[in-house]
């Protein structure tokens, strides 16, 4: 029983932080049709800037706001510079087929996560360092036991349903929310109906780029920062938010608890070797039963 | 037809230009020629090579050692060399990558022209270069990695000699003093599934101590350590061990103590194998996590580990105080701060330029392998137990001494005196070793006679 | 009409015989009069030529974007160097043996991935590199764990020294991967030039079309994974023998490489394939040379590869997404 409800824990925490990385990766995939490998070098680049203010004497808060506006900053500067003008040469011969379209934003993201993080490894040396957290990291005592459950991860999942239920309201009901929205449905339509598309799509960037790097603010604390860590984060991220349903920030939520949950549980019960293969499996499953993801939408493209 | 246009192009287009790459790439990493008749030994200069992880997440720690050991040769040379000839170290990132590894070893033999390897890091990494470096004949001296598979069968590795006392006789000698001393706790271990996680846990069986997988052994993935270890540690609490073994390095026993900490788990007594016992990035890496040094030292204290050399604790000891001042005035590494690792880089520092100088003026790759195997009671260093080179094993320490860390994070030996115990790679006994360390010089440089 | 694609079939054949011959003599030439160490780096571009050309095969002709490359490279690095240790084949018996099977690792991720592209089988495969080596501590009693199965090409045979005389251990290197990559080449060049590469262009360019025109969509697409799966496997073979066949061989960052030498060279021309692998693998030297002189610290040259190719590779698809041989291609169209 106190291993069930440590799993139990361990996996609530830790899926709030990749149900985030999910809702990032999902916003800018509904927002630009892309998805952005290069995410979580973005949080891990934010999350190096917030480290830095905070060894040169600066408060925690002030460290974790900069980073999220410079992860939002990040968003809209990849935008412009890299995703707009991959996205304008739509007509050229390499990109006319759609499988191609597909493929080559990824491409670039993955080479800007390589300058992120080569990047990083220059300015800040590739050791490994902690990064703190605001709240204490001892477990509650449950039922006399002490649970893998402090009050850090108590303020982790309050921000991610807070921002979770933030971008759903602004969704709803914002006029740029659903300017966004319709962007994503019908970019063509959007545009004739007199909305900024441009002006949306980097919004989406910044969206995502911030939330990401709160990603980044959550997690460190309980591993480690070096240019590489969050890698990991990411590819578990990516899993998430295909369980969940690429186009649907809800089911980004729900699938990013659902493969903490089973990660958790696999290292708990299972032996971590198959943490991995365990991973692999969720996707594959959920690939071949529901491609669409749990929430995701009928007429999804998955191209 | 668009397509077909670009595949229509003549062969001879694509020769022409493949050519012109190839002699671009020729050019500009043409390698020069070398006249000399042994690689990298000439009148004024000896290149060593090296392979380590300096960047990547295998990285933490061991990117100090190479710096440590370029600041005892640079203060070799500022002493005149030997006989005359100025040390050349240099250094190649593998990123614990083992197909990187044999690019890199091939850039330090074939361009780099280096007389020996010294003092690379990684085992995984350098069992892909072992066999090629050992049939060219070039010596592959002081590896760091205490895996007994390179040194047990000279005839298999002739020109590898170890660096480290081998991560079995270690864990036979922890199991000794476990066996005697913890015979009424539960003893578990959380360990890497690596070689040097399982040597460890070969040793400890050796000695009698055993564990149940999924129970009283927890397990993790090597380099997997930075998103935590709370499963391993809650799977040891609930099977009420008490004595937690650590195998793993020190960034994971940083991530085991964390782990336990928050699950309110404190086993009675910790125990390190040496290699994760370094309590430089184990205060780094708690302390950047909010936990302050003195709380960091407090977690630290009374936890038990080995060592082949002293303490970079005790400030008195002589090896220690003059490595210490070589370090303060020669490393010119990003970070220098004195702990295991940069006391490690002058051991081997100190070490290598012995064996140069007892190779003698007319240095050459067998004389050297020769003079290791069987000079190794003229060759010291800062270690407290003698050096196992012979004819039949290339075993470098092999004695080691158990101590338990004060407050002020310093291993201090467990006895009232310190006994050094020593035993094979195999199955032999663990018995107590006489040994006085001969004296570093006032000049801090290794005299052989 | 059948006469008439059999003459077709018979010069797209001598098409690219010609070029494999031409290839080998370059290689031949260019290896004799390079240093040991040139040599040697030689050898890995041949190596992960093969590798970059099952990129080119899949992303670049049939659309597909796979960043699991790498582990389709450890299937087969595992399969020889299990059947060289346990089984004490030659390479020569046990690189063909890989080969098959991961032609069948292949037709098994063929078969799952059929339906999915795009990102989802980019960021799928990417999971798949990272799970994959981690089935070696998994079945440690065969697959040896992180240290892994140590193989590498031997030495010569006697009739080669009697006829060739000694080889240093790169030239031999070199002269073991030589034939394999001019087979590779030679296959690619003639798929790319027959129906059947027309076919695996169709399903990239139009889908629907394809499927209308009675190309037998799914069909092709899980033949496509099999096919590059074969030379992704024959790569991996090959670079294992290199010293080690083990997980820290075949990481995520060696499909990310592969794929970056395919895009910078010209994802869709086997020329372009080649291009790439000779940046990727020369670019730390250049980069060396060029600053050689600047006395960089060790923090600052050990990123510098990695963030020259990364930029490198951003600019090659914001600016000229066809590469290196796409250029070359574009200038040869105009004159």
């Keep these: ?194 909305i900024r598309t441009n002006f949306t799509r980097s919004l989406s960037w910044a969206f995502s780029g911030a939330a990401s790097s709160l990603a980044g603010l959550l997690i460190t604390p309980t591993s480690n920062l070096s240019p590489n860590t969050l890698d990991l984060v990411l590819i578990i991220g990516f899993t998430a938010a295909v369980v969940g349903g690429l186009d649907s920030p809800a089911g980004a939520v729900i699938g990013g608890f659902l493969v903490g949950m089973v990660i958790s549980f696999v290292s708990f019960y299972g032996s971590p070797e198959d943490v991995f293969l365990a991973i692999l499996a969720v996707l594959l499953l959920v690939l071949i039963i529901r491609p669409r993801g749990i929430l995701g939408a009928k007429d999804a493209r998955r191209v | 037809m668009r397509n077909r246009a670009s595949l229509s192009r003549s062969p001879r287009s694509f020769i022409s230009t493949a050519a012109v790459v190839l002699a671009g790439a020729l050019a ?144 036979k000698i922890l199991g000794k003093h476990i066996k005697e001393n913890f015979a009424k706790n539960t003893v578990g271990i959380v360990y890497q599934t690596d070689d040097f996680g399982r040597n460890t846990v070969e040793g400890l069986a050796t000695a009698g101590v055993t564990f149940t997988p999924k129970k009283t052994a927890a397990t993790f993935i090597a380099g997997t350590q930075g998103s935590g270890l709370d ?158 080179y012979s004819t039949k094993t290339h075993e470098a320490f092999t004695g080691f001494w158990i101590g338990k860390y004060d407050a002020a994070t310093v291993l201090k030996p467990i006895d009232a005196t310190r006994k050094v115990w020593t035993t094979d790679s195999a199955k032999g006994a663990v018995t107590e070793l006489k040994y006085t360390r001969p004296a570093i010089a006032a000049d801090a440089l290794p005299k052989v006679g | 009409m059948r006469a008439v694609s059999k003459a077709k079939n018979r010069s797209i054949a001598r098409k690219s015989l010609r070029r494999t011959i031409f290839f080998v003599i370059l290689i031949l030439l260019a290896g004799s009069t ?134 240093s251990y790169e030239e031999w290197q070199l002269y073991v991967a030589l034939p394999f990559a001019a087979i590779a080449l030679f296959f690619a060049s003639n798929i790319l030039l027959s129906r059947t590469g027309r076919m695996w262009r169709a399903i990239r360019d139009h889908e629907t079309a394809a499927s209308l025109s009675g190309v037998n969509f799914s069909r092709q697409k899980i033949f496509v994974f099999v096919v590059s799966a074969t030379f992704a496997g024959l790569s991996g073979a090959l670079y294992g023998l290199r010293g080690l066949v083990g997980p820290s061989v075949y990481p995520v960052s060696l499909s990310l490489l592969l794929l970056t030498a395919a895009v910078l060279g010209g994802i869709r021309s086997i020329f372009g394939a080649f291009i790439g692998t000779v940046i990727v693998v020369f670019l730390p030297d250049w980069i060396d040379a060029i600053l050689h002189s600047f006395e960089l610290s060790e923090q600052v040259s050990n990123f510098l590869p990695a963030l020259v190719s990364s930029l490198l590779l951003i600019l090659t698809v914001v600016i000229n997404p066809a590469g290196v041989a796409g250029t070359h291609l574009h200038k040869h169209k105009h004159k």
């Design chain 1, 1 to 194: 029983m106190d291993t069930f409800l440590a799993a139990l824990f361990s996996g609530t925490s830790r899926g709030a932080i990749y149900a985030l990385v999910a809702l990032g990766l999902v916003i800018v995939w509904r927002g630009a049709g892309i998805l952005n490998y290069a995410q979580m070098g973005q949080a891990m680049f934010s999350t190096y800037i917030a480290s830095t203010m905070i060894t040169n004497g600066n408060s925690y808060w002030l460290a974790f706001v900069v980073a999220i506006v410079v992860g939002a900053v990040m968003g809209v500067l990849l935008d412009i510079l890299v995703m707009r003008p991959l996205s304008n040469k739509k007509k050229t011969e390499l990109l006319s087929s759609e499988s191609m379209r597909a493929a080559i934003p990824v491409i670039a993201s993955l080479g800007i996560l390589g300058v992120l993080q080569a990047l990083a490894g220059i300015i800040w040396a590739a050791e490994e360092r902690g990064f703190p957290a605001p709240y204490a990291q001892e477990g509650f005592t449950v039922a006399g036991n002490v649970m893998p459950f402090t009050s850090f991860d108590v303020f982790v999942i309050t921000v991610v349903l807070t921002t979770l239920a933030l971008t759903t309201l602004f969704f709803k009901k914002t006029g740029v929310g659903l300017a966004m929205r319709a962007t994503a449905l019908n970019s063509e339509v959007a545009r004739l109906s007199g």
């Design chain 2, 28 to 171: 500009l990493s043409a390698v020069p020629a070398q006249g000399a008749s042994t690689p990298g030994v000439s009148a004024t200069e000896i290149v060593l090579g090296m392979q380590l992880p300096q960047t990547g997440p295998a990285s933490p720690g061991y990117n100090k050692v190479d710096d440590a050991m370029r600041a005892y040769f640079d203060y070799v040379n500022s002493k005149g060399g030997v006989y005359g000839r100025k040390i050349t170290l240099v250094t190649k990132d593998d990123t614990y990558k083992a197909g990187l590894t044999v690019s890199t070893a091939s850039a330090l033999i074939n361009k780099d022209k280096v007389f020996a390897m010294v003092g690379s890091i990684g085992t995984q990494t350098h069992i892909s270069v072992i066999k090629d470096i050992n049939r060219r004949g070039i010596p592959d001296l002081f590896v760091n990695s205490g895996y007994s598979g390179f040194y047990t069968d000279p005839k298999k590795y002739p020109t590898t000699f170890g660096g480290l006392g081998t991560y079995i006789v270690e864990a």
């Design chain 2, 231 to 388: 499963a391993q540690m809650q799977q040891l609490k609930d099977n009420n061990v008490d004595v937690v073994v650590v195998g793993a390095v020190a960034s994971a026993f940083a991530a085991a103590v964390a782990s336990a900490n928050k699950i309110g788990y404190k086993p009675a007594q910790w125990i390190v194998i040496s290699v994760g016992a370094d309590a430089t990035t184990f205060q780094t890496i708690l302390g950047a996590r909010g936990i302050p040094a003195a709380s960091s030292a407090g977690l630290l204290a009374g936890t038990i580990s080995a060592s082949h050399a002293p303490s970079p604790g005790e400030a008195d000891d002589e090896f220690v105080k003059a490595f210490k001042k070589i370090n303060d005035d020669f490393n010119k590494g990003p970070d220098k701060r004195w702990d295991n690792n940069i006391l490690q880089g002058m051991n081997i520092g100190y070490l290598t330029t012995s064996a140069l100088l007892g190779a003698g003026k007319d240095l050459t790759r067998p004389g050297i392998i020769k003079y290791i195997e069987s000079n190794a009671a003229k060759l010291s260093s800062a270690a407290l137990a003698p050096l196992g």
């Design chain 3, 34 to 167: 390079f240093e040991p160490y040139n040599q040697a780096q030689l050898a890995l571009v041949l190596i992960l030529f093969i590798g970059v050309l099952s990129v080119t095969l899949l992303t670049g002709i049939s659309g597909q974007l796979s960043l699991g490359q790498g582990a389709l490279m450890a299937v087969g690095g595992y399969c020889m160097a299990l059947l060289m240790t346990n089984q004490g084949y030659s390479l020569w018996m046990a690189i063909p043996l890989a080969m098959v099977g991961s032609a069948l690792a292949g037709l098994l991720l063929g078969i799952s991935a059929a339906r999915l592209s795009g990102p989802y089988l980019a960021g799928t495969t990417l999971v798949i590199a990272l799970a994959i080596p981690t089935l070696a501590n998994r079945f440690m009693s065969v697959l040896k764990g992180d240290e892994g199965l140590p193989v590498d090409v031997g030495y010569p045979p006697v009739w080669f020294t009697n006829l060739f005389g000694e080889p």
